[in-house]
């Protein structure tokens, strides 16, 4: 097979080659064993243009541009409505370097290799607010009405031959005669937690988990059902026998690093406790969690961690209401381990483990946003005849891509800070139990 085909390979760089074998695109710093090459936030990508075949070379160029279908449209975050008539686009970024153009008067040759640096932007802005430059990401609704949403990037390298037509318009419209290489480039913005997961919580006899400023406590009431039947508790008191109606409710702590920023490759800690009184927790014990993982059982108490992908098409008000759509999944779901009880008092410690394919945490770009939260909910089987309503509480978290170290340095957290996202956290009423 002709050498040409098949090029020498170096370490760390990532190879593409035309289709006919006359261009090769280079890419230095990259997993040689990568599908496509990746890059973060303010760094340059760097590489070369290895050319077998000169002649009549006019221009070399290499493009940093955002794939749609119509490949050559450049720097457009895409949001379509399916069945409707919405589609928003956003210019997020478009770079080109000339790396060379045919002088006309000396008539030299074209380089058979041409080094570039393109550094790619950190922000974009809609128009009206500046964002972070969004990640490559993939996201749509099935169904009537739908969306699709995507983010990809592409780096493009371009020999345009022969000189019979204007540069401007070989740019725009790719003819035959020219070579073109064009390759996904993977944007993965990279971040670390502010801080490290702080040191467990202990429990106090008296009063159940002992509260540190490192873990926040997110507070909520298990309602008594005023509608259900009464659960009735025998107090064992001879000769007598007394028989109490509970109609007291719990109240549940959610225990969480009071950062609630944490790295996607691991388990969110979290601590869980209940209060009440000792009749009202007995009560409440059923509806508890379940900590034997060899014994299946409904969990009624959960941990779920929930991502929402929203698109917002027209952004506009429609009879006053906005015109966006969501998408709501499970990507996470909770462990729990018994760690004791008092009187009045019942508490479990667990984490919650993030699904393998998630690798990114929430953003939001223009009209579309990602965002995360642990959902806690409690859900007796049947409403008529527990002795509890159904609770459900929202606490929004964010992830980093990388661990947290203990010299600080390296990465930070990266886009919109948490208590932005908190802010805006107002659809999570509406997210659905799974």
Not at 282 to 311: D, E, G, H, N
Not at 331 to 343: C, D, L, Q, T, V
């Amino acid at each position: 097979m002709n050498g040409r085909l098949r090029p020498n390979r170096l370490p760390g760089e990532f190879v593409k080659q035309s289709k006919n074998g006359c261009v090769t695109l280079r890419l230095s710093g990259q997993d040689e064993q990568a599908s496509y090459p990746v890059c973060g936030p303010g760094t340059s990508i760097q590489g070369r243009v290895d050319l077998y075949k000169t002649e009549g070379v006019t221009s070399v160029e290499v493009q940093v541009m955002l794939i749609r279908r119509a490949p050559w449209i450049e720097g457009v975050l895409k949001l379509e409505q399916v069945a409707g008539s919405g589609t928003t686009t956003y210019k997020l970024c478009s770079y080109k370097n000339i790396l060379w153009v045919k002088d006309r008067l000396r008539n030299s040759p074209c380089p058979n290799s041409l080094r570039f640096s393109l550094l790619l932007p950190t922000t974009f802005s809609d128009g009206e607010k500046t964002f972070p430059l969004p990640p490559s990401y993939e996201a749509h609704l099935s169904g009537l009405p739908g969306f699709r949403a995507y983010i990809h990037y592409a780096l493009t390298a371009l020999v345009v031959k022969p000189d019979d037509v204007p540069n401007i318009v070989k740019s725009a419209f790719l003819r035959k005669d020219d070579w073109a290489i064009v390759t996904p480039v993977l944007y993965r913005p990279r971040s670390r937690p502010p801080s490290a997961i702080p040191p467990p919580l202990v429990t106090h006899p008296l009063h159940g988990l002992n509260e540190t400023v490192q873990w926040k406590v997110t507070t909520s009431t298990i309602l008594a059902n005023r509608c259900g039947q009464d659960v009735t508790v025998k107090v064992w008191n001879p000769p007598n026998v007394f028989i109490c109606a509970l109609r007291h409710s719990v109240s549940s702590q959610l225990h969480l690093p009071t950062t609630r920023v944490f790295c996607v490759q691991l388990p969110i800690p979290f601590y869980l406790s209940f209060h009440a009184s000792s009749t009202t927790l007995a009560s409440f014990r059923p509806l508890a969690p379940f900590t034997c993982p060899f014994v299946r059982k409904k969990q009624i108490t959960r941990i779920q961690l929930m991502r929402q992908t929203t698109v917002d098409i027209c952004n506009a008000l429609i009879f006053g209401t906005k015109s966006d759509m969501w998408t709501v999944d499970c990507i996470g779901e909770a462990a729990f381990k018994y760690i004791g009880e008092g009187s009045d008092w019942l508490a479990y410690s667990g984490e919650v483990f993030i699904a393998d394919h998630i690798i990114l945490g929430g953003f939001r770009a223009g009209g579309f946003s990602v965002r995360d939260c642990l959902v806690l909910t409690v859900t007796p089987t049947d409403l008529t005849k527990s002795p509890f309503k159904e609770m459900r509480t929202v606490v929004p978290v964010q992830f980093a891509t990388d661990r947290w170290i203990g010299d600080g340095s390296g990465l930070t957290l990266h886009g919109n800070g948490l208590e932005k996202v908190s802010d805006e956290l107002d659809f999570v009423s509406e997210l659905p139990c799974q």
